[in-house]
């Protein structure tokens, strides 16, 4: 099945597959010279697009969302592209694909988005509705990462494998949380209120 036809009930707008469309020409090309990611065919590709933008589903509607650690798109520029009406903030210290994503945001137009080059830790402190983060590190290091970014309000998502279970473990008390599974993935949901 087809990105398309997979992503057919969720709520997308219009112009999310042409914009997906671009951004995938783009990796594509850059990939090459730089290694932004391991997906490196379509099919990979087109997973972790799936994979990013799932969450949609079920996500509460936010104004304002960082993503820790973007890489070269995941999840937070596929969040981007979904949902244009919340400010998304894209932290990524690594030049090469913090230029990848402000390429991105200039070639696309998307005045939602927000590239930071700098590891979080050393980010102003800002509060955020919504914390995302993929394949960066382990809860407990994202929560101390993301501690200055959040308040009793905010919601961290993360993008988990099997090992969520043990991680929740380590979590602090006074979080709620729920694991969102799917095929091949767990989501983490947590905050001090769900
Ligand atoms: C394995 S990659 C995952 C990238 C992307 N999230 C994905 O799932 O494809 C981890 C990324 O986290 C970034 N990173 C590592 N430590 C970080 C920190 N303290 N703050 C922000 N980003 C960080 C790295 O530069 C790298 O691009």
Not at 32 to 40: M, P, V, Y
């Amino acid at each position: 099945m087809n990105l398309q036809s997979k992503l057919q009930e969720l709520q997308l707008p219009d112009n999310f597959f042409t914009n997906v469309q671009k951004y995938k020409e783009h990796l594509t090309k850059w990939n090459k010279i730089h290694n932004l990611t391991g997906a490196k065919d379509e099919q990979t590709l087109d997973e972790f697009i799936f994979d990013a933008v799932y969450p949609v589903s079920f996500l509460p509607k936010v104004n304002s969302l960082m993503d820790i650690g973007t890489g070269a798109g995941f999840p937070g520029m596929i969040l981007a592209l979904a949902l244009p009406d919340t400010q998304v903030t894209l932290v990524e210290p690594l030049a090469k694909r913090a230029s990848f994503l402000q390429f991105i945001k200039a070639d696309l137009g998307l005045d939602n988005v927000r590239v930071v080059k700098k590891r979080v830790e050393e980010m102003e402190s800002e509060v955020f509705d919504i914390i995302t983060s993929r394949a960066v590190t382990d809860t407990k290091m994202l929560l101390n990462l993301s501690k200055n970014h959040r308040d009793a309000h905010t919601k961290l998502f993360f993008y988990k494998g099997e090992k969520v279970f043990d991680e929740v473990n380590d979590v602090v008390e006074n979080m709620q949380y729920k694991i969102i599974e799917t095929q091949n993935r767990h989501y983490l949901l947590l905050g001090e209120q769900l």
